[in-house]
């Protein structure tokens, strides 16, 4: 009847042959490891499916279909296709648009003649996530111009209408799922998830995920801590931390200069400037993706009618304080939608639906990809992007006058 029975989740288990796609891509290649990998995405999907029906008491043999919706390597993989060919220009996959498998012949432990449907593929870095999550967002059905962007590892934008459909794909590096970040963490139980800054004494206050005393900072607090360091004047425009001011939480780490957030049993937890670094990073490479994007389609930010933000990580995000650094454009917020977990949805609509199927595949063929790891313009994006909020803060008027009017 199209109601969900029940939702399982969990970590990559092809997390312990690299941390990014392009580390298991190597894996794969290099060192053999394609059939490795393929058997670790099918024994955590069959993991996960087990423990549901089990838990509702439903017969594996009445699992009728299966859906598959994945970025292009784990597409790749789950079908043993060499995912090689996603780091080498031109940057094609070995296919995008995949046949119906059975479930016996994808080694799942379902009913064997079952279809396994996967959505189809745009580009190397755009996978059927994002196809799905566009199906989701019902973009490609509205004449106004909207832009899609699914927030993690990789940042993948795509803009466009009824009419066409534009995408890109920028490297935001892990920092916002906890990887290289000091103390960062993913956004579970015991995670700082948002945090304010008193601009007089300097002190923070935060919350916590779950209630739980701070273990860590997620992507969503750390979002919130350099806004307040940035608003409170404790860090300039390039992130650095200014020294001599009245406060004792700017100390000189192992690893530099650091500013602790919180303390828990005697162990602080901290943000570095090389953590301050490494987010800037991230957030320069998806503005620096959404402008170019924008403009290589003759548009300016304004005339974008709706934003959608899809992905886990875009839950937690706050809007104000995302435009504030510079990693959101500043237009006005009511532009903004949540959509979730859209790849989830998309992939409900094509289990549902063979007229949402046929849409997958209208949408993965309509879809125009602009490769900017080949693109000069990107990186003269990016590099102004690398400031707060930007170089050129005429990009954020309303950042401009906040600073302006600051006490």
Not at 102 to 118: C, D, K, L, M
Not at 233 to 250: A, Q, S
Request: with cysteine; proline share 5%.
């Amino acid at each position: 009847d199209g109601s969900i029975a029940d939702v399982a989740s969990t970590y990559n288990p092809q997390i312990r042959y690299g941390d990014d796609v392009i580390t298991r891509i190597l894996y794969a290649v290099e060192n053999n490891g394609l059939e490795e990998l393929r058997d670790a995405i099918v024994t955590s999907l069959d993991d996960l499916l087990t423990t549901m029906i089990e838990k509702h008491a439903i017969g594996a043999n009445s699992i009728r279909s299966v859906v598959i919706a994945g970025n292009t390597t784990m597409s790749q993989i789950f079908w043993g296709l060499t995912p090689g060919f996603i780091r080498e220009e031109p940057y094609t996959p070995t296919v995008n648009f995949f046949p119906l498998w059975n479930a016996e012949t994808a080694g799942f432990r379902i009913n064997g003649p079952s279809p396994v449907y996967t959505v189809p593929c745009a580009a190397s870095y755009v996978g059927g996530d994002i196809v799905a999550g566009v199906l989701a967002s019902q973009m490609h059905k509205n004449s106004g111009i909207s832009l899609f962007m699914d927030i993690g590892t990789n940042g993948e934008i795509v803009i466009g209408n009824n009419e066409w459909l534009v995408t890109a794909a920028c490297s935001a590096g892990p920092c916002f799922e906890g990887s290289g970040i000091r103390h960062g963490m993913r956004a579970t139980e015991g995670a700082v998830e948002s945090l304010v800054i008193d601009p007089r004494t300097f002190e923070p206050s935060f919350s916590v995920i779950s209630g739980s005393a701070p273990i860590g900072i997620c992507g969503s607090g750390m979002i919130d801590a350099i806004t307040e360091l940035f608003l409170t004047g404790l860090i300039d425009r390039k992130g650095k931390y200014v020294r001599g001011l009245p406060t004792k939480r700017i100390r000189d780490g192992a690893e530099g200069p650091e500013f602790v957030i919180a303390s828990n049993n005697g162990r602080d937890i901290v943000l570095t400037e090389a953590d301050i670094e490494n987010i800037l990073r991230a957030k320069a490479a998806i503005y620096a993706g959404i402008a170019l994007l924008v403009k290589k389609v003759g548009l300016t930010i304004d005339m974008i009618e709706r934003i959608y933000i899809a992905g886990g990580f875009g839950n937690y995000l706050n809007i104000e304080k995302s435009i504030i650094i510079g990693m959101l454009p500043d237009v006005p917020i009511d532009k903004f939608r949540f959509l979730g977990n859209a790849a989830v949805a998309g992939a409900c609509l094509c289990l549902l639906s063979d007229t949402m199927r046929k849409e997958a595949e209208e949408i993965a063929g309509k879809m125009t990809n602009v490769e900017l790891s080949v693109s000069r313009r990107f990186m003269e994006e990016y590099l102004s992007a690398l400031f707060l909020p930007h170089t050129d803060i005429g990009q954020f008027p309303t950042v401009e006058k906040l600073l302006r009017n600051k006490p």
